[in-house]
């Protein structure tokens, strides 16, 4: 029989968070919903101790945005080493976070900074890990149209594009958690590799936009500049199963 086993996932309300939690409680474990609007905060500490008591491991999504570097490396360097710290007392056995493939290349995105401080501050911590970085998810397919949208046309750069359903990452986190620590990084990406103007002009023909989608190699990534694989994973990854056509279709 397997072990019921108490994970603490911290974003336990977010989009993959939740998803994360769901599954946890399908599959018989218990899992502790951990935001700062129900006290636990990992950025201030407040509420951390009370929720690792007794836990076997901890899944970070939790979020911030800005478009400030030095706000959002703060949020996330600060919010890892709170958790890693409170995380050594109670003995926790796996801390795994959520990253995004590449963020080690793409920090002149200030977003990207601070994931890799973030990246960091665990792997530095002394404690068990695993790092899964994902790709894109569909569902943040509407915020990129709209951050490359001008002039009745969508461009966007000339790269290629993997992205994943939320499902499927926050399957594939749970798994991760309830698994031996890598104390290092796995990638995980969606099951179809295209150019990134594809996704979103099959994205634009299921809600009835028209507009054209252009790919522009000298057009940047939120202040990265990438070339055709920054997107995406180098070397092997975990795939998710869900195309974006399935996705849509939901
Ligand atoms: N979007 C993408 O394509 C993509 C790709 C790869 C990886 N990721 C990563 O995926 C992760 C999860 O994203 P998401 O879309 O699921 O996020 P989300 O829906 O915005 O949810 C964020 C969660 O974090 C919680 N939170 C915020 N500040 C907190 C704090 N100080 N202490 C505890 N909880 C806090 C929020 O709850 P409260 O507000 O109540 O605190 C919420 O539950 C992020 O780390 C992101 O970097 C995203």
Redesign the pocket.
Same mark, same amino acid.
């Given at each position: 029989m397997t072990k019921i086993k108490k994970v603490v996932v /911290?974003? $336990?309300? $977010?989009?993959?968070?939740?998803k994360a939690v769901k599954l946890l409680h399908d599959a018989g474990h218990e899992a502790v919903v !951990?935001?700062?609007? @129900?006290g /636990? @905060? !990992?950025?201030?500490g407040e509420g951390l101790a009370e929720a690792l008591a007794g836990a076997d491991a901890v899944i970070?999504?939790? @979020? =911030? =945005?800005s478009f400030d570097r030095d706000v959002i490396t703060d +949020? +996330?360097a600060t919010?890892s080493r709170n958790l890693m710290g409170a995380e050594r007392a109670p003995g926790v056995r796996h801390h795994v976070?959520?990253?995004?493939?590449n963020a080690d290349q793409l920090a002149a995105n200030p977003?990207m900074a601070g994931?890799l401080a973030?990246e960091e501050a665990v792997a530095t911590s002394g404690q068990a890990f695993t790092i899964v970085? !994902?790709?894109? +998810?569909h569902? +943040?397919t509407e915020?990129l149209v709209d951050a490359y949208s001008a002039d009745g046309a969508v461009t966007v750069p000339d790269i290629d594009f993997q992205?994943?359903a !939320?499902d499927d990452?926050a399957a594939a986190l749970v798994e991760a958690a309830l698994s031996e620590p890598k104390n290092g990084t796995v990638d995980l990406a969606g099951p179809e590799r295209a150019p990134f103007r594809s996704f979103v002009s099959t994205y634009l023909d299921a809600k009835g936009d028209n507009r054209p989608v252009n790919a522009d190699a000298a057009v940047d990534y939120f202040g990265a500049p990438v070339m055709a694989g920054s997107l995406v994973p180098g070397g092997d990854s975990i795939k998710g199963r869900i195309t974006i056509a399935e996705w849509l279709r939901v």
């Open positions: /911290i974003g $336990g309300t $977010g989009l993959i968070g939740s !951990a935001s700062s609007r @129900n /636990i @905060n !990992a950025y201030t970070d999504v939790s @979020n =911030m =945005m +949020f +996330f919010s976070v959520l990253s995004i493939v977003y994931k973030q970085r !994902a790709t894109q +998810f569902e +943040f915020t992205p994943i !939320a990452v």
